[in-house]
T-cell receptor
Framework: ELKVEQNPLFLSMQEGKNYTIYCNYS?????LYWYRQDPGKSLESLFV?????AVKQEGRLMASLDTKARLSTLHITAAVHDLSATYFC?????????????FGTGTLLAVQP | NAGVTQTPKFQVLKTGQSMTLQCAQD?????MSWYRQDPGMGLRLIHY???????DQGEVPNGYNVSRSTTEDFPLRLLSAAPSQTSVYFC?????????????FGPGTRLTVL
């Protein structure tokens, strides 16, 4: 059974600092997604990672995937207040339906001035 | 395109009542899914569909029914509402093609069962 763990669950950062959110999963996967959710809002897609060693960057966020370690990271560079949100990773089990995703519990990121 | 739409936005039910949460998408996506979001538990997949006439169970299907008679619509039915079904429900859709299949989420339905 596929399980997905994220850590930390809560992250308070100062503006300008760097930090990393980790997403571990328990069985073989062929796709991993990162989403952002603002309070009271829906989810917004950030990245889709398809293969081992995949790295994608958008602004101050960079996501990477290590399928051998079953680990993805979301790295935040020089955080700004606008990045405050909850971040979720979601994993598709290898060979499973593309829309059968298991989500992590989320990381609430609070960027302090 | 309106994207993924959900109705209603808010709903209060009494225990034992039934209702249907509506979800529609106008992007001609084959894949559609229903999730519930509870505090501290992330999103959990209830049911999903890979095309019209095809549905399957996710992690937490008990107490919910779905059907997919058209590509556009994927309603979620609560058969006999229970307080444990108080949650925020999200519908999502995605296309079949290779390249990542980004899921597009609807705005959500906040359901309270008394």
């Amino acid at each position: 059974e596929l399980k997905v763990e994220q850590n930390p669950l809560f992250l308070s950062m100062q503006e300008g600092k760097n930090y990393t959110i980790y997403c571990n999963y328990s069985t073989t996967s062929d796709r991993l997604y990162w989403y952002r959710q603002d309070p009271g809002k829906s989810l917004e897609s950030l990245f889709v990672l398809l293969s081992n060693g995949a790295v994608k960057q958008e602004g101050r966020l960079m996501a990477s995937l290590d399928t051998k370690a079953r680990l993805s990271t979301l790295h935040i560079t020089a955080a700004v207040h606008d990045l405050s949100a909850t971040y979720f990773c979601a994993v598709k089990a290898y060979g499973g339906a593309t829309n059968k995703l298991i989500f992590g519990t989320g990381t609430l990121l609070a960027v302090q001035p | 395109n309106a994207g993924v739409t959900q109705t209603p936005k808010f709903q209060v039910l009494k225990t034992g009542q039934s209702m249907t949460l509506q979800c529609a998408q106008d992007m001609n996506h084959e894949y559609m899914s229903w999730y519930r979001q509870d505090p501290g538990m992330g999103l959990r997949l209830i049911h999903y569909s890979v095309g019209a006439g095809i549905t399957d169970q996710g992690e937490v299907p008990n107490g919910y029914n779905v059907s997919r008679s058209t590509t556009e619509d994927f309603p979620l039915r609560l058969l006999s509402a229970a307080p444990s079904q108080t949650s925020v429900y999200f519908c999502a859709s995605s296309s079949q093609g290779w390249g990542g299949d980004t899921q597009y989420f609807g705005p959500g339905t906040r359901l309270t069962v008394l």
